[in-house]
């Protein structure tokens, strides 16, 4: 103990000098130049995880989210505009971001205790999981959905009759958001027995 | 006047059925005469060679308007006045229920699935849709804006009345 305690002395005399040998400008400049290197490398390494690759790397995403999303509107279709995984699962906002980058740890976890690594075991748990994006969508207002779709360039009367209707009036006024009614649209929806609202639009 | 779905499905049986006979039947006739008698017969891959890709024919455009259609007789299950794609309809979800369900019906105004629906099969009822009328695609289609592939002679049951009716008096 004592000996760590002389250590951290140590380091502090040594950090408390004043440079003898380097100028103020070098660095600061050095500074400068490291915390732009630092805060790159750090944002680039977040944006890789934020990739199609990164999400599709482990079989677990590949073969059960990525497939069913192929077949939806949100990965094909007449204009080619399309959606990656994070669009919708991570948050722009960079401090949200970070949040729901620290809440992924418990993903690596899932990984390497190989929590849904069979398709059985993924079915199992299909409907925990999908009720954590529900809550997660629900409590922010339906934010990665709304990051695309602007309530505001809605065109009411291009939508079908029923649409514009459920538009015009719950999610306009606010009482509904999108995930209350467009649940499973990306992917399979789980055994919804007992999950009394369903994807019901009322 | 459109198509229905019954009608794509009705021709594709029977150019499967020509394509099956056309095959089997004339086994004991030489090979270049089938070649000359034998009826152009089209798939739904057209002409293309099993080896080779088609271009998909383009979707037609399904009929949204969500006004109710005639029935042509009795017993038949309305068509779906509206868009169903991607409804997802399996084991763990019945997207249609979420609005033909006695529970939602009236908050969506759409007609709640009838009372035989509730029944199993030796007429009993029960608390939730029978599994045997649980996919409601067996029997409800959509109707795509199409022009139909083959005539459809079909005669309305009044229709028929009428003309035996007649029939009767002369």
Known sequence: MKKIIHLLMLGWTILSKPAVHLSLGFLTISGFIAGVIFWGGFNTAMELTNTEEFCTSCHEMRDNPFMELQTTIHYSNRSGVRAICSDCHVPHNWSDKIARKMQASKEVWGKLFGTIDTREKFEAHRLQLAQNEWTRLKANDSLECRNCHQFDSMDFTRQSKRAAKQHSSALANGEKTCIDCHKGIAHKLPNMEGVREGTSPH | ?170
């Open chain 2, 1 to 170: 006047m459109k198509s229905t779905l019954v009608n794509k499905a009705r021709t594709f049986c029977m150019t499967a059925v020509l394509a099956v006979s056309s095959i089997v039947l004339p086994s004991t006739v030489s090979a270049e005469t089938v070649m000359d008698n034998a009826p152009q017969v089209s798939t739904l891959r057209g002409t293309a060679p099993m080896n080779a890709e088609v271009m998909p024919p383009i979707i037609d455009k399904v009929e949204n308007n969500d006004l109710k259609r005639q029935r042509d007789y009795p017993q038949q299950p309305p068509t779906i006045p509206h868009d169903i794609s991607k409804y997802q309809l399996d084991k763990n979800f019945n997207k249609c229920m979420d609005c033909h369900s006695r529970k939602f019906a009236d908050e969506a105004q759409a007609p709640a699935v009838s009372v035989t629906h509730y029944m199993n099969r030796d007429g009993e009822f029960l608390g939730e849709v029978s599994p045997r009328r649980y996919f409601c695609t067996q029997c409800h289609v959509h109707q795509l804006e199409s022009e139909p592939l083959v005539e459809n002679t079909f005669v309305d049951v009044d229709e028929l009345i009428k003309q035996s009716n007649q029939r009767a008096k002369k």
